[in-house]
């Protein structure tokens, strides 16, 4: 997959990832992208050390999509909890 189609990618499941868990979080477009993106990577380690799957690199491929929406869900829940933490 090129690089745009990663940032293309990482934009769509971090916004995914937003709409799911929705929250008072003030995160621009370029901070979904980058949950997105950061997220996509988390989701196919996930993928491959946990559940001994390989991530296809296609943009297209439902598996991509599904690791890459996972992963951004692990870190924006990571972050909050990070967040609530840090308050104390």
Do not use: C, E, N, Q
Not at 22 to 49: C, M, N, Y
Not at 55 to 63: E, G
């Amino acid at each position: 997959m090129s690089f745009i189609g990663w940032i293309v990618l990482g934009l769509l499941a971090g916004l995914a990832a937003r709409l799911i868990l929705p929250g008072r979080d003030r995160a621009g477009l370029f901070a979904s992208t980058l949950l997105g993106i950061v997220g996509a990577s988390v989701g196919g380690w996930l993928s491959v050390h946990l559940l001994h799957r390989a991530v296809p690199k296609h943009f297209y491929d439902p598996a991509t999509w599904v690791s890459a929406i996972v992963g951004s869900l692990v870190l924006l829940i990571a972050y909050r909890v990070l967040r609530i933490l840090s308050r104390r």
